[in-house]
């Protein structure tokens, strides 16, 4: 059996980030479903605790609830979508500040995830100067593409 006062989000959150309020400033807290993608891993209520402790977002490959709730947060969500019903009688808090398999992804702690409208990346430390360089490539050579597109625009 679990000790339930272990096995909580709550101290497993306070575990991952710390017990300070802002102690996880511009963090991304990762959930992995462990199988039950088709669950709800949190919604507005419990993951409000995400704003206390200052993190930037949540990442999960199982779902959330209380979407009108979570867009109320000054955090990003993402998930594999909404759910009406909560989970927690299928999936339990486990364990903080391990490797995790996030929709066949591996992530480590400290590792970057970058997130926007399109979807979530996982990038391993060595690499992030490579990548954020190369992210910044693409954008100038998008940029320049979409000034060329307007200019001949105008001219024709």
């Known amino acids: 059996m679990m000790d339930p006062?272990?096995?909580?989000?709550?101290?497993?959150?306070?575990q991952a980030v710390g017990v300070e309020p802002?102690?996880?400033?511009?963090?991304?807290?990762?959930l992995a479903s462990n199988g039950h993608r088709d669950v709800s891993i949190g919604g507005g209520t419990k993951l409000s605790l995400?704003?206390?402790y200052g993190l930037a977002?949540?990442?999960?490959?199982?779902?959330?609830?209380?979407?009108?709730?979570l867009?109320?947060?000054?955090?990003?969500?993402?998930?594999?979508a909404e759910v009406v019903r909560w989970?927690?009688?299928v999936i339990t808090?486990?364990?903080?500040?391990?490797?995790?398999?996030?929709a066949g992804v591996g992530v480590h702690p400290g590792q970057y995830v970058f997130a926007d409208d399109s979807g979530a990346v996982v990038i391993p430390e060595p690499d992030i100067d490579a990548v954020l360089d190369?992210?910044?490539a693409v954008g100038k050579e998008e940029a320049a593409f979409r000034a060329q597109v307007e200019q001949e625009r105008t001219t024709t």
């Open 57 to 69: 977002g949540v990442l999960t490959d199982a779902r959330l609830h209380d979407f009108a709730q």
């Open 93 to 102: 808090p486990y364990q903080a500040n391990v490797p995790v398999v996030v």
């Open 87 to 89: 989970g927690g009688d």
């Open 22 to 30: 802002d102690g996880g400033r511009g963090k991304v807290l990762v």
């Open 71 to 80: 867009q109320s947060h000054p955090f990003a969500a993402y998930c594999s």
């Open 5 to 14: 006062e272990t096995h909580t989000f709550g101290a497993l959150l306070r």
């Open 134 to 136: 190369g992210a910044a």
């Open 50 to 52: 995400l704003t206390r």
